[in-house]
Every structure is written in structure tokens, then in C-alpha cells.
């Protein structure tokens, strides 16, 4: 792991548990039990609307294992599609079917990697990676762009002028416009010509107790169980626990951005 | 005027006066059309209490959504008595079918009072207009699902675009892309 700089302290050791960690669970109160290594339950009883503010105790996170995921399959696209309203997005008239798909606004998109020397393909989904430093949030002039305390980067659309420098200063082509007037939107889920977005890890389900994002559950339900989402603060949660199995990479580690989503297999 | 002196008689009837001024004018203003902004076939219609007395909503309303619209961007606190989307749910009209009328239509709710006003808003080119879980605002359990799809999460049904991510997920071939360059 020594490669990695900018892996949120992983060298904890298991024998230490942080005390923010403690802190965490205490607050949530949330009851889990180990039942296996790596298996944890969660009791439903945790889904509860927050009525404090975020803070910096968590860092939502997320480990793709690229090798799980499969070729062709769009389960985590679909769910955030759904999840978040953008299959209510109307195809403007006159508009070239695949000049759409590409200005659509999108949170995830599949992406085929192809090692020209070898041939070898991998398939990942791509979506806003979380940085620790995020260029957008840099760049935006109004402070639209912004870090929320638990890591998730996102757009206040209230304060977004629209003018799209955070798409160009953004690595990984996460972010969409919203070009056209949007007729139908979900109360979770307001859109609207003029802003920038982009995922947002399921914000309105962290908000509401539930932790777990629209692509990872869709992904474990498909049965390939690529993604994986927790908190990468607590040494001792599921998230911490895989990326201490297996060999993960942010894409793009030269840029130093110590991204919250990190890849396996790539 | 302080010199003046008047006879206790006088006193009175200037008061009565005063006093029947305040009653008539009191009476006229209460006549005057404030309020009756509550459309039937809301939920708001079948109550007698806004989330804060009537005259304070009056006044304060776009304070406290502005201030809840920072508290839940930025702190993430939701469904709190002055959320945006609580306004949607219990002032939306409904027609005679029960269908939800969009809240900033004319002469609905949000609408009917500022075009008095003079009032301009944006805020419903992004936000829904008719409550969750109605109209095409939907929350609602799938029907059992046999396929290998997420069943759970998917709590309105999903829409009919079949092909959806799929033109994302499949890398273009180079004649698809030069195509797609000449356009």
C-alpha cells in the first residue's frame, strides 16, 4: 500500500480504533454485529432523518473492484437514473440520438478500458470521484461548487451561474449541464436549465439514515457486488476492511487529489 | 396642546370617537381581501394552522425556506417544517379526479399571491411542483420483479427507455465516431 500517499490513514491499525470512530458509532447508534469477517448486519431500525448537522466524523467513500464488474451490464447506470430522476429528462425535437446520449445529464457512465498492447479490457463505472482537494470546487466563482463536511462534493444549485468552469477543471468528465427546461423532477431530486450537477453519493438517502447508494445496491442485487460504499473514516467498516484486501488505485493518483471512489483492478 | 384644558365631558367624547375610528377602520381592513390564498382541494384547506401562525408566514415565509433551503444543502437536515417540498405537499391543489395541480400554476397557491405582489420566482424550474408520491412524482413499491434487476431500490416504476446507458456503456466503433465527428 506504500504507493498509495494519499489513502486515508489505512495504517491505523485494526487494534487501535480511532477514537472519532467511536465517537461515530456512538452518535449513530447504530447496532451492527459482526457475523463474519467482512459480513456485517445492520439493523433496519437506523433509518432515521438526521437533525444535526454533517460533519467530518465520516467521509463517504467508495471501492470499485473492477474485476467484478461486468461487461454490458448497466445495473448501476440504471439505478442512478432512477434513483435520481434522470430518466424523466425529455429528448429535446430535432436532436441526434447520439448527440443526446452525450449531453444528457448523466452521474454515471460505463467505461471500457482496452490495453492497446495487450488487449485486455476492463470495465468500470465512472462517476464524481469525491476528491479530498477538488479542482471544481477551486475553480467556481461563486462558491456553487462546494465540499460538504462528510467529503461529498456537489453543486448548491442556488448559488450555480451556470457558466461550467468546474466541468472543464474536472479530471474524471463527472459533471453534466442542464441545457434544456426540465419538466418533470422528483421532490428528492430538483433540476432545472442553467446548473451544473453531478452525483452526489445518494445524498437525499445518507441525509435520511439509509447508507447506502442507488448504484451499489443495484450492483449487489445484479449479484456482482462491485461496488462498494461506506465510510472511509471508521477503520473497522466495511469499506476500510476491502480496501485493506484487496490493491485499490485512485485513477489519476498523480493528481494528488486523494479521491473518496478507488478502484481495484486497474 | 398640553395647556389646554378639557372639560372631562369633552374627554369622553374624544375618546368614544377615537375609539369607534380604530373599531371602523380595524373593520375595514379586516374586510379587504388578506388571505383566502389557501386554494381548495389542498390539504391546507382541510386544516386551520400553516406551519407558523398565518400572519408570521405572511410576512417571513421566503426568510425561513431560504433558511432552510442553506440548512439542508449544506447541513443536510430535510423534511423540516419549512421545507420547500412540506409547502409543495400540503398546499398543492387537486382536481375533481385527485390529481395534483402544479403549485406555481396560475393562480395557484404560490402564484396567485405574488402576481399580486409582484413577485417573480424561478424556484419551481427545478423544484416539483405537485407533492411526492403523486402524479408522475411518484414513490411507490414495485410491482414484484422476477428479473435479475434491482427490484428493491426501484420504488416508482421505471420508465420506458429500454436502451438507457446502454449507447454509454458500448464504446462507439471508429466509423460510429467519425460519423459522430462530421455531425
Known amino acids: 500500500?506504500?504507493?498509495?500517499?494519499?489513502?486515508?490513514?489505512?495504517?491505523?491499525?485494526?487494534?487501535?480504533?480511532?477514537?472519532?470512530?467511536?465517537?461515530?458509532?456512538?452518535?449513530?447508534?447504530?447496532?451492527?454485529?459482526?457475523?463474519?469477517?467482512?459480513?456485517?448486519?445492520?439493523?433496519?431500525?437506523?433509518?432515521?432523518?438526521?437533525?444535526?448537522?454533517?460533519?467530518?466524523?465520516?467521509?463517504?467513500?467508495?471501492?470499485?473492484?473492477?474485476?467484478?464488474?461486468?461487461?454490458?451490464?448497466?445495473?448501476?447506470?440504471?439505478?442512478?437514473?432512477?434513483?435520481?430522476?434522470?430518466?424523466?429528462?425529455?429528448?429535446?425535437?430535432?436532436?441526434?440520438?447520439?448527440?443526446?446520449?452525450?449531453?444528457?445529464?448523466?452521474?454515471?457512465?460505463?467505461?471500457?478500458?482496452?490495453?492497446?498492447?495487450?488487449?485486455?479490457?476492463?470495465?468500470?463505472?465512472?462517476?464524481?470521484?469525491?476528491?479530498?482537494?477538488?479542482?471544481?470546487?477551486?475553480?467556481?466563482?461563486?462558491?456553487?461548487?462546494?465540499?460538504?463536511?462528510?467529503?461529498?462534493?456537489?453543486?448548491?444549485?442556488?448559488?450555480?451561474?451556470?457558466?461550467?468552469?468546474?466541468?472543464?477543471?474536472?479530471?474524471?468528465?463527472?459533471?453534466?449541464?442542464?441545457?434544456?427546461?426540465?419538466?418533470?423532477?422528483?421532490?428528492?431530486?430538483?433540476?432545472?436549465?442553467?446548473?451544473?450537477?453531478?452525483?452526489?453519493?445518494?445524498?437525499?438517502?445518507?441525509?435520511?439514515?439509509?447508507?447506502?447508494?442507488?448504484?451499489?445496491?443495484?450492483?449487489?442485487?445484479?449479484?456482482?457486488?462491485?461496488?462498494?460504499?461506506?465510510?472511509?473514516?471508521?477503520p473497522h467498516g466495511p469499506l476500510r476492511e476491502a480496501l485493506r484486501e484487496v490493491d485499490s488505485r485512485q485513477i489519476r493518483e498523480d493528481l494528488e487529489l486523494n479521491t473518496g471512489v478507488r478502484y481495484a483492478g486497474i | 396642546m398640553t395647556e389646554t384644558k378639557l372639560t372631562p365631558l369633552w374627554r369622553i367624547a374624544v375618546g368614544i370617537s377615537l375609539a369607534l375610528l380604530v373599531l371602523v377602520g380595524g373593520g375595514t381592513v379586516h374586510a379587504e381581501a388578506i388571505g383566502g390564498f389557501v386554494v381548495p382541494g389542498s390539504k391546507a384547506a382541510t386544516l386551520d394552522q400553516c406551519v407558523e401562525p398565518t400572519s408570521e408566514m405572511r410576512h417571513y415565509h421566503m426568510e425561513y425556506i431560504r433558511h432552510q433551503r442553506n440548512t439542508t444543502v449544506y447541513n443536510g437536515i430535510r423534511h423540516t417544517k419549512f421545507s420547500l417540498s412540506g409547502c409543495v405537499s400540503c398546499h398543492a391543489a387537486h382536481d375533481a379526479q385527485g390529481t395534483p395541480i402544479p403549485i406555481n400554476g396560475k393562480g395557484q397557491f404560490c402564484n396567485a399571491c405574488h402576481e399580486k405582489a409582484a413577485v417573480t420566482l424561478n424556484c419551481f424550474d427545478c423544484h416539483a411542483t405537485v407533492p411526492t408520491g403523486e402524479s408522475w412524482n411518484q414513490v411507490m413499491n414495485p410491482p414484484p420483479s422476477t428479473s435479475a434487476q434491482p427490484a428493491a431500490s426501484l420504488d416508482r416504476p421505471a420508465l420506458d427507455r429500454p436502451a438507457l446507458g446502454r449507447e454509454l456503456a458500448q464504446v462507439p466503433d471508429m466509423a460510429e465516431q467519425e460519423e459522430f465527428q462530421k455531425r
Request: aromatic residues 4%; charged residues 25%; glycine residues 6%.
Open chain 1, 1 to 234: 500500500m506504500s504507493e498509495h500517499k494519499q489513502q486515508p490513514d489505512l495504517k491505523q491499525s485494526p487494534e487501535q480504533p480511532a477514537r472519532r470512530d467511536f465517537v461515530a458509532k456512538a452518535a449513530a447508534g447504530v447496532a451492527t454485529a459482526v457475523i463474519a469477517p467482512g459480513v456485517i448486519l445492520h439493523t433496519a431500525a437506523v433509518a432515521a432523518p438526521r437533525t444535526t448537522p454533517v460533519t467530518d466524523i465520516k467521509r463517504w467513500g467508495m471501492l470499485i473492484d473492477t474485476a467484478k464488474c461486468a461487461d454490458g451490464c448497466t445495473a448501476c447506470v440504471e439505478a442512478c437514473e432512477h434513483e435520481n430522476g434522470l430518466d424523466l429528462q425529455d429528448e429535446p425535437e430535432g436532436v441526434k440520438p447520439l448527440k443526446w446520449d452525450n449531453q444528457r445529464a448523466t452521474w454515471i457512465r460505463k467505461v471500457k478500458i482496452r490495453d492497446n498492447m495487450s488487449g485486455r479490457m476492463t470495465n468500470l463505472p465512472l462517476m464524481c470521484q469525491h476528491c479530498e482537494h477538488p479542482p471544481c470546487v477551486n475553480v467556481c466563482p461563486t462558491g456553487a461548487s462546494f465540499k460538504r463536511a462528510d467529503g461529498i462534493v456537489m453543486v448548491d444549485r442556488h448559488t450555480c451561474i451556470g457558466c461550467r468552469y468546474c466541468m472543464m477543471a474536472c479530471p474524471y468528465k463527472a459533471r453534466s449541464f442542464i441545457h434544456e427546461q426540465v419538466v418533470k423532477k422528483l421532490t428528492r431530486a430538483p433540476r432545472g436549465q442553467g446548473c451544473v450537477e453531478s452525483c452526489n453519493l445518494c445524498v437525499h438517502r445518507l441525509d435520511n439514515g439509509e447508507e447506502n447508494t442507488a448504484c451499489a445496491e443495484a450492483c449487489q442485487q445484479s449479484g456482482h457486488g462491485a461496488i462498494i460504499f461506506g465510510d472511509l473514516n471508521a
